[in-house]
T-cell receptor, first 114, second 111 residues
């Protein structure tokens, strides 16, 4: 149980394009999903908290217009990196929380912007 | 500002050695501390600790929390090459209801 999927697992795109990453909880409902970013050899940095049916809460320093988050249902949240640039290249990981204190991580999406 | 710090940042040992990884924290509204293992992809859950002094064990791994001194340790005995990974510590805080991750410890176990 408690499986979270992310799609795509890897994406390469040109600078200026937008990329959408999906996060799904496969066997449970998650009122809250989290989006993290991880740079090479660094820890996870929380970008935003996504609550179903309401606007996401972004961490300080994260541009909400750059990283659009939509939590359309209890099993799906999407992160769209708009007008991607090479500095957006990173490993993006989502997690889904069936309760406030449990988090289950997706396998991550490696984004490379050329 | 809430902070979680892990030490050492990296560690190289030989198979069979025992290692101790440290995690210290300064947060408001502490709820729980979690340990994760990260290999090539996303972190996998190891332990969740909420009470001081109660050791949690899973095979060769064990962990304990000290809420007075604000730290936790993760022990791995008889290490194997498959233990090579980044070990992440995270603290969950009430109020904001989010996880704060530490810097991670990169462990490499040599055959």
């Amino acid at each position: 149980g408690a499986v979270v999927s992310q799609h795509p697992s890897r994406v390469i795109c040109k600078s200026g394009t937008s990329v959408k990453i999906e996060c799904r909880s496969l066997d449970f409902q998650a009122t809250t999903m989290f989006w993290y970013r991880q740079f090479p050899k660094k820890s996870l940095m929380l970008m935003a908290t996504s609550n179903e049916g309401s606007k996401a809460t972004y961490e300080q320093g994260v541009e909400k217009d750059k990283f659009l988050i939509n939590h359309a249902s209890l099993t799906l949240s999407t992160l769209t990196v708009t007008s991607a640039h090479p500095e957006d290249s990173s490993f993006y990981i989502c997690s889904a929380a069936p309760t406030r204190e449990e988090q289950y991580f997706g396998p991550g999406t490696r984004l490379t912007v050329l | 500002e809430d902070k979680v710090v892990q030490s050492p940042l990296s560690l190289v040992v030989h198979e069979g050695d025992t290692v101790t990884l440290n995690c210290s924290y300064e947060v408001t509204n502490f709820r729980s501390l979690l340990w994760y293992k990260q290999e090539k992809k996303a972190p996998t859950f190891l332990f969740m600790l909420t009470s001081s002094g109660i050791e949690k064990k899973s095979g060769r791994l064990s962990s304990i929390l000290d809420k007075k001194e604000l730290f936790s340790i993760l022990n791995i005995t008889a290490t194997q090459t498959g233990d090579s990974a980044i070990y992440l510590c995270a603290v969950f805080t009430s109020g904001t209801y989010k996880y704060i991750f530490g810097t991670g410890t990169r462990l490499k176990v040599l055959a």
